[in-house]
């Protein structure tokens, strides 16, 4: 018989969405009990436009390629010592912070996108989430094959497992993705696929992406290189789901605009602390904050919800508060860093001068007004001899969890309180964006577990702050503290002394 | 002339993470599998109860009856994180590619006569419905089990059943030259004809198992267990007799791969059943009671497959399974 030609779309539908069938010996509720009870409602699974057609045969080649690829290099890498061509060893920082606070949540994704993968009616969706919950265990993992070399050569890197789950800065990334997963399976795609991956995902890779190939890091560029493709899927997906809501029912607006407007606010309030890594991190530096969100959120951000208003969707709510502190966020960030690094896993140091000066240049607003002469008054100190930790325990968001160490943006010498009375208890919040959330949901967040609290409830090792760091399995002196003291900064000016002395021995020996 | 490269003073300060070394019971080198693998689910300071399950944590090891000390002591033998298992699967998928183009362009399938040529269509390709509820079995298992050891194996055989799905789906577009008929015929045989009422009848409600152990012994061991050695070797056996070699190239995939799931199934429910005699008596119980309702769902099919040699080979495949549970597995069977 001569076959018959077909086209990609029915050969896709063929090989996945036929696959299904309608239930009779079961009720499909009892098959896919979490597809209701978000008030979301879907009239016509197979409405659904595939965002990409992949079949595994397909998968399989590509993906395969590329991890031949990317081991080779991360073999290469490890053998040549490329640690020794980044710019400098205060870059290290900015990848502890990436394995300690960023890789577990590529984890908690591919167990995310596996439950929706599951729960979802309707083959298309399934099969694009399963997909997205391999390749962000392929995220995870090759992350840890990558930063493994670094770990053998610095500080800081060893427990990140263990300290995702205590260090109080990494309750920010940790109660960011629990509370996605924790939400039924149309909220969490909506938070990850949309909100986050399609919105807001260039403002995590590209600094963290090319602040490595600006300082050096060619593992590291490497990895997100081969990521980039898998994102690129990803991304679609996003926009295919929200989409394939409004279009649905006219009922699932106002919840998915909700969820936008929470999603957008707990994603931007994450990447305050790519924010610092991009203005202070990097020796190298890529662009300011400023200058990104300007770029990937106002421009491109405000182009995709142009498009979105046919569907009845609005810009996310208090995102004019985005752009008023997009002068303010990162060095308030970094500055609570730098007093409490004594309870990091990272260094911290005070920029060098031309790095003030670049500062002052791309924050000509804020940046001398109100932060250039705190980090000048710590830096004479540190030159006393009085390097500057704060002893005491900040109060924590009970949203996002970040210190309250925002500034007001009508008024950036004050801090911006705001809070909430539940049954009884005051809970603070850093903004209106996070008050707002805890509001619509008191019951949720008034579960988080805040780090400052558990400590003072006892339940972290102890009442001292030793205790704690004991707790947190973090080594004082060693993987915490100021830069210029770290082991760190000795072992690599010895590493690059070493270099040089060797470069010099061939003349040497020929003379 | 030596040249003296003086690399010494860079030496690592340490070999292994942590948690890994912590593991191993020294900081010592430690494979790509081991890294990639242990710890790295979440246990402790979850922030927020789960709206779609409330009594229990977001990884809750009480989501099954069985209980573990630890639960990285499992260990797939295969040694497979993402890299290893794509890059075997993206080989084994070459081949299949190779054979396919083979089997086509030769037109080896219709060297078959039209009976066997019926019964292939009638008895593999309603299968595809069966491996696609085992992709969301095992990507149940997946989402709801516990530690990386054990589901990241399931979320690779979740994508291997897809795989399969679709291998089964070719061959049905081989069969009927792309219309699609045979697809849609083994649909509706799947769907109406009672000689296959009874395994959707099982299929449908081992999607309703919420204890993912159980589940993973019912579709994994039971079904699995049953259905692999029927149709990829006793109804190929048939097959190939008869002229339809060419079908055993088109199956390649599925026969390498079940004797390397095997492996893995195997090796997860021996360290479960030595745990603790509670746990053996549970997953002892789950096999026979799995084994004995699979046997019982797939005899129509082997029916269908075998005509009256179905009987001895039901009875043969089940005593095989049993040997393997009792010897391979730890049960008690």
């Known amino acids: 018989m001569a076959a018959k030609r077909m086209s ?53 080649k590509y993906q395969g390629e590329k991890e031949r690829k990317l081991y080779a290099i991360i073999d290469a890498f490890a053998q040549n010592n490329g640690q020794l061509n980044i710019t400098d060893a205060r870059y290290v920082n900015a990848i502890k912070l990436f394995l300690t606070g960023v890789s577990p949540l590529e984890y908690m994704a591919h167990r995310g996108f596996a439950m929706i993968g599951r729960q979802l009616p309707g083959v298309g969706p399934q099969v694009a989430c399963q997909m997205q919950s391999l390749d962000e265990l392929r995220h995870v993992q090759t992350q840890i094959h990558t930063i493994s070399h670094y770990n053998k050569y610095f500080n800081g890197f060893q427990d990140f497992r263990h300290m995702h789950d205590r260090v109080w800065y990494l309750s920010v990334p940790k109660s960011f993705f629990d509370d996605a997963a924790s939400a039924g399976p149309f909220e969490f795609i909506t938070a990850i696929s949309f909100s986050f ?64 407007d929470k999603w957008f606010w707990r994603g931007y309030r994450l990447l305050t602390l790519v924010g610092m890594m991009m203005d202070y991190m990097l020796p190298k530096r890529v662009m300011s904050w400023k200058e990104a969100w300007e770029m990937y959120f106002e421009q491109n951000g405000g182009a995709l919800f142009n498009d979105l208003a046919r569907y009845g969707i609005r810009m996310p709510k208090y995102w004019e508060q985005t752009v008023a502190e997009k002068g303010l966020i990162s060095h308030a960030a970094w500055g609570t860093f730098y007093n409490y690094c004594h309870a990091a896993p990272f260094h911290t140091w005070i920029p060098e001068k031309d790095e003030l000066d670049w500062l002052s240049e791309k924050y000509p607003d804020t940046f001398d007004k109100f932060f250039r002469p705190r980090y000048e008054h710590w830096a004479e100190q540190e030159k006393q001899g009085k390097r500057f930790y704060n002893p005491s325990l900040p109060m924590l968001c009970t949203t996002c969890q970040i210190p309250m160490v925002f500034p007001e943006a009508s008024d950036p010498t004050l801090t911006s309180y705001r809070s909430s009375v539940h049954n009884g208890e005051r809970y603070h919040f850093c903004s209106d964006g996070c008050k707002d959330i805890f509001d619509h949901e008191p019951e949720k967040y008034v579960q988080s577990w805040l780090p400052v609290h558990q400590i003072f409830q006892g339940n972290c090792g102890g009442a001292t702050v030793p205790d704690v760091l004991d707790w947190y399995h973090l080594r004082d002196g060693i993987d915490n503290r100021e830069y210029l003291a770290s082991p760190d900064r000795a072992n690599w000016e010895r590493w690059k002394a070493g270099e040089e002395e060797a470069a010099e021995l061939p003349k040497a020996a020929a003379g | 002339m030596q040249i003296d490269i003086k690399t010494n003073n860079v030496r690592p300060i340490r070999q292994t993470f942590a948690h890994v070394a912590r593991r191993l019971g020294t900081d010592k080198p430690a494979s790509r599998y081991q890294e990639a693998t242990l710890d790295l689910q979440a246990e402790t300071n979850f922030h927020y109860r789960p709206l779609w399950d409330p009594d229990h944590e977001l990884f809750d090891p009480a989501r099954t009856a069985i209980r573990m000390q630890d639960w990285y ?261």
């Not at chain 2, 040529?117 to 709801?144: C, K, Q, S, W």
């Open chain 1, 8 to 60: 990609l779309r029915d050969k896709y539908n063929r090989m996945t969405r036929d696959l299904a069938w309608d239930f009779s010996y079961q009720d499909p509720k009892k098959i896919f009990e979490q597809a209701d009870f978000e008030g979301i409602k879907i009239e016509d699974w197979d409405k659904w436009e595939d965002p990409f057609r992949l079949t595994m045969d397909a998968y399989w």
């Open chain 1, 197 to 260: 991956e399609y919105v807001l995902t260039n403002l995590l890779f590209m600094p963290f992406m090319s602040g490595a190939a600006y300082n050096g890091d060619m593992a590291t560029v490497t990895f997100g290189f081969s990521a980039q493709s898998d994102e690129a899927r990803h991304m679609t997906l996003g926009l295919e789901v929200v989409k394939f809501m409004l279009e649905q029912h006219p009922d699932n607006l106002p919840i998915v605009q909700r969820w936008i």
């Open chain 2, 73 to 333: 002591a499992f260990k797939d033998p295969r040694q497979y994180y993402y890299g290893t298992w794509t890059i075997a699967r993206a080989r084994q998928q070459d081949s299949m590619e190779r054979n396919f183009s083979f089997v086509e362009k030769r037109a080896l399938l219709d060297n078959l006569s039209a009976a066997w040529r019926d019964r292939v269509a009638g008895v593999m390709i309603p299968l595809r419905h069966v491996e696609y509820a085992a992709n969301l079995n095992n990507t149940f298992i997946t989402a709801y089990g516990y530690g990386t050891a054990f589901t990241q194996t399931t979320s690779f055989a979740a994508m291997d059943h897809l795989g399969i799905a679709q291998y089964l789906s070719r061959i049905g577009l081989l069969l009927d030259g792309n219309s699609g008929e045979a697809l849609d015929a083994a649909k509706q045989a799947w769907m109406a004809d009672p000689a296959w009422q009874p395994l959707r009848e099982l299929v449908e409600e081992m999607l309703t198992i919420r204890d993912w152990f159980e589940l993973y012994v019912a579709q994994s061991y039971a079904l699995d267990g049953l259905l692999y050695p029927l149709i990829y070797q006793r109804f190929d056996n048939a097959l190939s007799a008869s002229g339809g070699s060419a079908v055993a190239m088109l199956t390649e995939f599925m026969v390498d791969w079940f004797a390397e799931n095997c492996r893995c199934v195997d090796a997860f429910l021996k360290t479960a059943a030595s745990e603790s005699d509670a746990n053996r008596k549970q997953l002892s119980h789950w096999a026979r009671n799995w084994s004995a309702r699979a046997a019982k769902a797939l005899k129509p099919v082997a029916d269908k497959a075998l005509g009256e040699d179905a009987v001895a080979v039901m009875a043969e495949l089940q005593t095989e399974l049993q040997t393997r549970g009792a010897r391979q597995c730890g049960l008690e069977i």
